[in-house]
């Protein structure tokens, strides 16, 4: 018995532990044939998982419980001894009596820890000497141990299997997952942590995780793996450093795995991160979108009240006092009225400009057009407005030959416009420039003033929509601030580009725009054909 039972223990693996378990009691009993039948009660079925001799037809054969000849023995848990005539009677399934030779049969449970993990049965020639008390109780005995030796090689099956699954699950994670000890060494790391830091596993195993910590982390994780060994997890987010020095945003979830080591699941949040932050900019852009919305709205109902409002208070004298007042006060009455209308009319099609401008639905005249003539033309009409506010007005020659591709009447809105606001913002006595620059992407065309001049901050934004400089509002200047709007929409629609520039307060400015030049094969093609 005592060599019986260390055969059985030299092995783990449960397919060889069958086989030697049978081989064992066939020869403890001198028995010529056996089986041993695993018991799987999450089914309720039986499956032989090893016969030889006698009995190895049955191998491989499974049954639901209650059709075998085990049944009686896994209820009761006891032994059974029977005959070729008793167990011809107990058969109730052909498959099994098909398998089976005439024989006389023993059979024990196989019980650990209170379960039934198998049946144990040898099997005799009908002529041959009959299964006596000694045989069963050496049986017995010998099952018992057979079955500690079973449900060890089951654990250490599953065992192997989780193992197995865990180190599948580990290597394939698309997270990168270390072992460390409670200050930080690297133990293993998974393919995932290589590819993600770019180290080798040789590389990775000299490493401690703090080397691996971006400088502004480092001190906040070596405090967090204190409270690790004295809590038994973190989960922190930090900034790992690659091979090659970037950092990379990650998340950290440590676990404890006992014996000292725990391990590190690091999650790269780059992506979130980028996620978060295109977020916060589409928040903030909606912010700004909400807060320009209310500033259009206000400055708008503004800009439209006060013609609005001249026009109804002087329509309002007028009908007061036009059975009573003089002709000249009524015709002053209706020069106001006409001069408030014109204004609102004016700002109604700015409007509407602007937003066909921004719709790409303006609709242009485009023509090959002598680019010294538009500014010669612009000129000529503010000379008026000039001389006003004495103002001298230089322009230098434009040569003859510069042509661009466009439509003349916008291309003067925008030089009139230049031009009228320099006037308005630039004093008394003061000096507005004309010229233009021959320039590699085109024609350069800058209206230089000596006027108020323009914050450095603010020389993008005075081309959005009713913006205006502080310097002009603080000095009470109106208007609403469509002109540049309007003016960049269509040197963009030519393809040019706009600007301005301005050494500050009280220095001038400078509008500058430029548009592509019209080449001599686009002119020849824009000729009248004969």
Known sequence: MQNTSTAISGTLDKDELARLILEASMSLLNCPGGFLSDYVWTTQSVRV?????????????SLPVRETLSWEVIDKRDSLILSWDEIRARVTSSALLEKLSPCQIVMVPMVSSSRVVGVLGLSREP????????????????????????????????????????????EQAGDAIFVITKRGVLDSANPMALKLLGYTEQEYVQLNLLDLV???HRERLTQELRLLVEQGNLLETVDLLHKDGRPIPVEINTVSLGNGLYQAIVRDITVRKRLEEDLAKQRDRAEEASR???EFLATISHELRTPLHAILSYADFGLERVSHADRERLKRYFFEIQDSGTVLLELINDLLDLSKIEAGKMSYRRSALTVGVVVDDACYRVTQLAEAKQISLHTSPIPKEWQVYGDYEMLLRVLINLLGNAIKFTPSGGRIDVFGELQEDGYLFAVRDSGQGIYAEELDIIFDKFVQSSLHVQKGSSGTGLGLSICRGIVEAYEGRIWAESAGPNLGSTFCFVLPALRAEAISSLAPQP
Do not use: H, I, W
């Open 292 to 294: 320009l919305k209310s």
């Open 49 to 61: 998982a090893q016969a030889l001799g006698l009995a190895a037809q049955l191998k491989g054969l």
């Open 127 to 170: 002529a041959s000497p009959a299964f006596t008390e000694r045989d069963l109780s050496l049986l017995k005995t010998f099952a018992s141990q057979a079955a500690v030796a079973t449900r060890n090689a089951e654990l250490y099956q599953d065992m192997r299997a989780s193992e197995s699954k865990y180190r599948t699950l580990v």
């Open 214 to 216: 971006s400088l502004e």
